[in-house]
């Protein structure tokens, strides 16, 4: 493992455009499970399952219970950024790091103060009437008494979240996709890269070094020059 970390310190040193690609395993460490490791959400029991839970017909016809699985384990407020967000921002800072591309929908790089930050599935910080598209911040939604949270309106209020069956947006896939392909390094980690369209994105990857760093094996590990199966905090903890 140092050897790894050592090659991955020597490849971002080397390096003025560094490209991070990130999922769920990014927030595990600040306490926000993720949902396919053996303790993620997928793995915990349920009424309904949470592939269905967080899909768009789901939303429409069972706002309810859409509402009370989503405060209950959607509530990224609660929540704070731990040591690989704070390195990237870091990294960012120093010019190193041209764009961060996450899965996560939790703020969480923003929070500690990154810029350029492309949210593939939204952010449940975001939130929008759908009658008169009023906004509503992540406090509105998750403070919020009523079972279903509804606009001054009357209109019901949707998480900007993209759902099953519902697509990414245009402009964040065109700005994910020039960022990879420009990129010199990228790095992918904390992803399963089982959801697609955003893990075919890492396919636009001209540059030099495709590094992955997991705790478990993905099926895109052979194509990486480095692969590490570690644990991410003990990773960038390690990185200056
Ligand atoms: P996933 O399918 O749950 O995969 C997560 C991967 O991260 C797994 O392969 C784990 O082995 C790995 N992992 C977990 N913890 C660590 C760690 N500390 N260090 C290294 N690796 C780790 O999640 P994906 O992001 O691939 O799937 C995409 C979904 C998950 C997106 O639609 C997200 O919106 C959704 N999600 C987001 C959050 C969040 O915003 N924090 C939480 C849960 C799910």
Do not use: W
Request: glycine share 8%; net charge neutral; with cysteine.
């Amino acid at each position: 493992m140092e050897k790894e970390i050592e090659k991955l310190k020597k490849m971002i040193e080397e390096s003025n455009n560094i490209v991070f690609f990130g999922g769920a395993g990014v927030s595990t460490e600040s306490g926000i499970p993720d949902f396919r490791s053996k303790d993620g959400l997928y793995n915990q029991k349920y009424k309904y399952p949470p592939e269905e839970i967080l899909s768009h017909t789901f939303f429409m016809h069972n706002t309810k219970e859409f509402y009370k699985f989503y405060r209950e384990k959607m509530n990224s407020l609660k929540y704070e950024p731990n040591i690989t967000h704070i390195k990237l921002a870091e990294l960012e800072q120093k010019g190193k790091v041209k764009a961060i591309i996450t899965q996560n929908i939790d703020g969480l790089h923003q929070k500690v103060g990154s810029k350029n930050v492309f949210e593939l599935h939204g952010s449940v910080l975001r939130n929008y009437c759908m009658k008169c598209n009023k906004f509503y911040d992540g406090k509105f939604i998750f403070d919020n008494k009523d079972e279903i949270p509804t606009c001054e309106c009357g209109g019901i209020i949707k998480p900007d979240v993209v759902l099953y069956e519902e697509g990414l947006d245009d402009k964040t896939i065109r700005n994910s996709i020039e960022a990879i392909y420009n990129a010199d390094l990228l790095i992918v980690a904390g992803t399963s890269l089982t959801v697609y369209p955003a893990s075919g994105l890492i396919n636009y990857f001209r540059g030099r070094n495709l590094v992955l760093i997991n705790k478990d094996q993905t099926t895109f590990d052979n194509k990486a020059d480095l692969v590490i199966n570690q644990g991410l905090g003990k990773v960038f903890k390690e990185i200056v």
